[in-house]
Each structure stands twice: as structure tokens, then as C-alpha cells.
């Protein structure tokens, strides 16, 4: 059980590096504070629509799954065993 919870550390500390790495690659929203406020541009460009297919649309997925691991390696590590 030690050496388990060892590897699921590792991965663990490893997925907070990636995850970190991968949130610093992406560009900002530049909406700033006016988008709690409803003044947000409306952007509809052929680019913010294909964003998906492009290395942003990448990033952003890839960051998403790192969450979602991070997320479920943080409850197994909690739970006693």
C-alpha cells in the first residue's frame, strides 16, 4: 500500500507541474473585470469559432483532463487505506 500511494504522489506532484506548465501557455480572455459586469466584446471571428481546432483549442482540452485527473488523484489520496 506505501508503494501505491508513493506512485499515485508522484503522479500526483507530476500533474500539478504539467497542469501549471499548461495554464502559463494560454492566452488571456482580456475581458478584465467588465465581464461580471455584462460589457464583454462579442467576439464572434472565424478564429474565436475554430479556436477548437487550433493549439489554444489543444491546450485548453488537455488542461481540462490534467483537472479532472488532479481532481480524482486528490480524493484517492485522501481516502485512508
Not at 500511494?5 to 500533474?15: E, N, S, Y
Not at 488571456?28 to 483549442?57: F, H, I, P, Q, V
Request: with cysteine; aromatic share 6%; glycine share 8%.
Amino acid at each position: 500500500m506505501v508503494a501505491l500511494r508513493t506512485v499515485l504522489t508522484v503522479l500526483f506532484a507530476i500533474d500539478c507541474v504539467v497542469m501549471i506548465v499548461l495554464i502559463l501557455m494560454q492566452q488571456g480572455k482580456n475581458e478584465g473585470l467588465g465581464a461580471l459586469a455584462g460589457m464583454s466584446m462579442n467576439n464572434d471571428t472565424y478564429w474565436s469559432k475554430n479556436k477548437g481546432r487550433s493549439e489554444e483549442g489543444r491546450l485548453i482540452r488537455i488542461t481540462r483532463i490534467l483537472a479532472i485527473v488532479f481532481v480524482a488523484l486528490a480524493v484517492i489520496l485522501n481516502v485512508n487505506f
